[in-house]
């Protein structure tokens, strides 16, 4: 049974799904620390000297804190000297250590007790002091976010029994901390839900593992929908056409934030991009498939997009054939084809798969139309020379 601590119960009728519309809420949670009350007699118009010298003393500079955040500096109780120790034991220098203090001040407000708390937990997770102390320099805010620290140690270690990955976890803590402050019990909800979603769209026991921890890794925020949401826009999709297996297609490609989205705003974007391209339901549905962006941008972005590759010469047939091109922002699409253009090649009359890929990719790509032209290599900066 330990080995099979990654996959929660699941309901004995999966059609339940159906019934489970319970809101889980997505508390918008600000980086928070325990705040003081400042009772001296001039109320808050007085800093306290004492900790304006303590942190002299480190080095900071006083001036950005009074600019960013200078309400810590009007705290009567503050723990300068004992931030900074903390720090310092992990093996943080001299400078490390202005620069969290200037960068997070609120710092210095928080309970030194539970800061030693704090980083017990980001120790769990991390393989030595110097990767937490880099995580710290990093992510002060995060680190600093004093809050609900029992639901933050439930659910790191709910997370270590799904099979995710310390350094998939510490990456959490820095850049979705949010999810940490759910009770340990809604997130295990949610992967019940995202379980039970998974196999009624007809997916197998045996890969759901792999794609839930895949699907978390990637998108971690999933935890903050709510099952209704989720059913919701699951019977939409189905409502458009959209099989089992191919919704499960889009879920996977659009890592989970396909959740994110309203059926209502997946309409706009649906009857937006039918318009555009003059197609037909089925043909819609495929360009969809091929390009589950279509769904995820908005009617303005795809406008944009679309009128940036209109102005360069490229028709509505060739996105329509290569609508992956859509997935690029205007300054990308912009750069390639002046770059391709160098080479005396013209995206208008040529393919825009050339245009399509990561950077690694296009670089590679470019290399070997290059190779063919022989031409010396492109330097974005120097005139082109390119014939008319």
Not at 84 to 107: F, K, M, Y
Not at 177 to 189: A, D, L, Y
Not at 239 to 259: A, N, V
Not at 313 to 333: C, F, K, W
Request: glycine content about 4%.
């Amino acid at each position: 049974m330990a080995g099979m601590l990654w996959k929660l119960p699941l309901r004995s009728q999966p059609c339940r799904l159906c019934s489970c519309r319970k809101m889980l809420s997505a508390p918008r949670h600000r980086p928070f620390v325990a705040r003081f009350t400042c009772t001296t007699d001039n109320q808050s118009n007085k800093e306290n000297e004492r900790t304006v010298e303590k942190l002299y003393k480190f080095s900071v500079d006083i001036r950005k804190i009074r600019r960013l955040k200078g309400w810590v500096l009007l705290e009567d109780e503050t723990y300068v000297e004992e931030i900074a120790t903390i720090l310092q034991q992990l093996g943080a220098d001299e400078t490390a250590v202005a620069s969290v203090l200037e960068r997070c001040p609120e710092a210095v407000v928080c309970s030194p007790a539970a800061v030693h708390v704090q980083r017990e937990l980001w120790q769990s997770v991390c393989k030595s002091k110097e990767e937490l102390v880099k995580l710290i320099e990093q992510f002060p805010e995060s680190f600093f976010t004093i809050k609900d620290q029992e639901n933050q140690k439930q659910n790191v270690q709910f997370f270590q029994e799904l099979g995710l990955k310390n350094v998939v976890i510490s990456r959490f803590l820095t850049t979705a901390s949010s999810i940490f402050h759910n009770p340990v019990e809604k997130n295990k909800q949610m992967i019940r839900i995202l379980q039970e979603s998974y196999l009624n769209l007809g997916g197998s026991e045996a890969n759901m593992k792999v794609w839930l921890l895949k699907l978390l890794s990637q998108n971690p925020f999933i935890l903050l929908n709510s099952s209704a949401a989720i059913q919701e826009t699951l019977e939409f999709l189905q409502e458009q056409g959209f099989t089992d297996f191919e919704i499960l297609q889009l879920l996977s490609k659009l890592k989970g934030f396909l959740f994110q989205l309203s059926p209502r705003s997946i309409q706009h974007s649906i009857s937006f991009s039918k318009s555009a391209f003059h197609c037909t339901d089925h043909d819609l549905k495929q360009l969809v498939l091929k390009c589950p962006a279509l769904l995820y941008y908005s009617v303005p972005v795809l406008e944009e997009r679309i009128q940036v590759l209109l102005k360069e010469g490229i028709s509505i047939a060739q996105i329509r054939e290569t609508p992956m091109v859509l997935e690029l922002t205007p300054q990308i699409v912009q750069y390639r084809i002046r770059k391709l253009n160098s080479l005396g090649y013209r995206i208008k009359d040529g393919y825009l798969a050339n245009l399509n890929g990561t950077k690694k990719e296009f670089e590679a790509n470019f290399g070997k139309i290059q190779a063919k032209k022989g031409r010396p290599l492109f330097n974005p900066v120097a005139p082109l020379n390119v014939d008319e």
